[in-house]
């Protein structure tokens, strides 16, 4: 598990304290975060033959009207037109491969959504828990300075062997910074960024470098509302957290990660029934 934070050390004004005190908490936001979103996402391969894939981005598990499904973008499932394409459950070795068709929303939100049938979410036990309704934000309002957390898995970190896909997550806490404006693809209606700087990252769990981003599509940014809750009432819990965006986009001259703003995300998956 790589787990690593950018503290925003080159714009002190948007750290709510001194600098010491506001990297201890934002490595402990980090953990939490890391441990509270473990049984959400999945790592989304292409299962290229029968006991060989590779990985392909990233998904979600969410609960909508009493049903689960699998949340990532449109270009991962777009991965279909050439092989099926599996989730794997948390504390599960196996993959099991996406059943059902993908509903999706194309550039510029890039979203898309598979039901998972409950005999397969049954099949095993598995660790695996789904995003409640509840958590996602009505919309992507992420105060000044907040901590915004994602977890995601690249695929200089995966590898499939005896059938199965070993990757390792991605546990990642940055600030907001502005779109990239040379680039037509992003617009502040729909998107927003968030700063991914390996240079710049300080790992907090050993020596581990943050990863080239191919792979984290799909993954969901949270709030952690920590900036926004701090001293207002009961210590930040990792329950205080929202989801505020979907990762697609990675615009490497721009040292940034683009993600679909929630109420985009939000408003397609309760349209559906």
């Known amino acids: 598990m790589t787990n690593s934070v950018d503290t925003g050390s080159d714009s002190l004004d948007r750290t709510p304290m001194p600098k010491p005190e506001w990297d201890a908490h934002v490595k402990k936001v980090t953990e939490a975060m890391q441990n509270y979103t473990k049984k959400f996402v999945t790592p989304v391969s292409q299962v290229i033959e029968h006991d060989y894939g590779k990985l392909f981005g990233t998904g979600n598990y969410i609960e909508l009207h009493g049903q689960h499904y699998l949340l990532t973008n449109e270009h991962v499932a777009r991965g279909l037109e050439r092989a099926s394409l599996a989730h794997q459950f948390f504390d599960h070795d196996g993959v099991f491969r996406a059943t059902n068709p993908f509903r999706v929303l194309p550039l510029p939100l890039d979203v898309a959504v598979s039901a998972i049938d409950q005999k397969i979410w049954t099949h ?4 695996s828990a789904a995003i409640s309704e509840k958590k996602l934000s009505i919309a992507h309002t992420a105060v000044a300075g907040e901590i915004l957390f994602f977890k995601g898995y690249s695929g200089e970190q995966s590898q499939f062997l005896f ?6 997550a ?3 806490s940055a600030q907001e910074v502005a779109l990239p ?5 992003f617009n502040s209606r729909f998107h927003f960024a968030l700063d991914y700087r390996p240079d710049r990252a300080t790992p907090i769990d050993g020596n581990t470098s943050l990863p080239i981003p191919k792979g984290f599509s799909g993954s969901l940014v949270w709030n952690t509302r920590f900036v ?13 957290a929202e989801v505020t965006g979907l990762v697609w986009g990675w615009p490497s001259s721009a040292a940034c990660l683009v993600a679909t703003r929630i109420e985009y995300v939000r408003s397609f998956l309760l349209r559906m029934g």
Do not use: M
């Not at 404006?181 to 693809?185: G, H, K, L, N, Q």
């Not at 926004?228 to 205080?240: D, L, Q, R």
């Open 228 to 240: 926004e809750t701090f001293g207002k009432g009961p210590n930040w819990t990792p329950e205080c």
């Open 181 to 185: 404006i040379d680039d037509d693809d």
């Open 163 to 168: 059938g199965s896909l070993f990757s390792k």
């Open 124 to 127: 095993e036990p598995h660790g």
């Open 170 to 172: 991605t546990s990642y």
